[in-house]
């Protein structure tokens, strides 16, 4: 036995959490789900499979509901699309004397985040994240073989741009000949002046 907090949410799932372990929960079972209350164990089983989760309560501490009523959803600030915006208004950051060609820049393989030109006249993609992982270096990878093909475009170089750059991204990105940018989105945000109009 422990203290827990209990959730039962309006959409039938049901949460076990400890006071520590960050936002995961002990157990849970996901909706759609029955709950049978007694007075001293709580009976969630699953409808789709019949899985069961019992939950032996010695003492309660506190007993409320809340209704949250409709979910207006939720806007992140800060998002891998706002670090986009930020930069194509203000290419500095990447490096001095940059252009943006364009956001989103197709492929055969999906958009390239940021086309830019360096202050030599070189393209240059560069692919944002919110916090930069191994999976980001492989997608610029695949992004630039494919852009080097072309020989409009080529040389191209690469450029890997996040909020957080993890160690073992950042050994992979430069063995590769990318380039790795610390972002800081407060900075980036003040260097926009949001009385001008902008293309974006």
């Known amino acids: 036995m422990a203290t827990r907090l209990l959730i039962w949410k309006a959409d039938g799932s049901v949460l076990v959490h400890a006071d520590g372990g960050s936002y995961k929960p002990l157990n849970w079972m996901t909706p759609p789900c029955t709950v049978v209350e007694g007075a001293t164990e709580w009976t969630v ?20 509901s809340h209704e949250l009523g409709i979910d207006p959803g939720l806007q992140k600030d800060g998002v891998e699309a706002h670090l986009q915006e930020l ?45 930069g992982e191994i999976d980001g270096v492989e997608q610029l990878t695949r992004y630039l073989e494919l852009l080097n093909r072309d020989p409009l475009l080529a040389p191209v170089d690469g450029v890997f741009a996040a909020q957080a750059i993890k160690p073992q991204a950042r050994v992979l990105a430069e063995d590769r000949g990318i380039r790795c940018v610390v972002l800081d989105y407060d900075d980036l945000r003040g260097a926009i002046d949001e009385s001008q109009p902008r293309l974006f």
């Open 45 to 64: 089983t699953s409808k789709k499979t019949g899985d069961q989760l019992k939950i032996s309560i010695e003492e309660v501490f506190h007993d409320s």
């Open 87 to 131: 930069l194509a208004a203000d290419t500095a950051p990447l490096g001095k004397g940059w252009s943006l060609v364009r956001r989103e820049y197709p492929t055969a393989i999906g958009p390239v985040d940021l086309m830019c030109r360096d202050s030599d006249g070189k393209h240059v993609a560069v692919e944002i994240k919110r916090r």
